[in-house]
Nanobody
Framework: QVQLVESGGGLVQPGGSLRLSCAAS????????IGWFRQAPGKEREGVSC????????TYVDSVKGRFTTSRDNAKNMVYLEMTSLKLEDTAVYYC???????????????????WGQGTQVTVSS
């Protein structure tokens, strides 16, 4: 059974850091493009970053460029989102998901494969 489980969220002060993990089962992370998404209260879910299945290239939404880094560990079948210099506006529930489109597509975040998981809450607050 294909499953993605997010973890690593928590409460952090502005300027702090967190590393989110996405544990995959039922498929290998190197075979699928994986996206990180987030949904803040009262807002639509947005694509944050993407890591390509073919070459591991990454894509980021402008608001997190230079602060967030997506990586994967093929041996552990995990994908990570390293978040630094966190801001209040980064507060959201974060999700990982397989995407239909590759990271090179301008709307890579438009369609996911499967359903959303429970996500992991990230709260940035002083």
């Amino acid at each position: 059974q294909v499953q993605l489980v997010e973890s690593g969220g928590g409460l952090v002060q502005p300027g702090g850091s967190l590393r989110l993990s996405c544990a995959a089962s039922g498929f290998t992370v190197s075979s699928k493009t994986i996206g990180w998404f987030r949904q803040a209260p009262g807002k639509e879910r947005e694509g944050v970053s993407c890591i390509s299945s073919s070459d591991g290239r990454t894509t980021y939404v402008d608001s997190v460029k230079g602060r967030f880094t997506t990586s994967r560990d093929n041996a552990k079948n995990m994908v990570y989102l390293e978040m630094t210099s966190l801001k209040l506006e980064d507060t959201a529930v974060y999700y990982c998901a397989r995407t239909v489109r590759g990271c090179e597509a301008p709307n890579w975040y438009g369609i996911i494969i499967g359903s959303w998981g429970q996500g992991t809450q990230v709260t940035v607050s002083s």
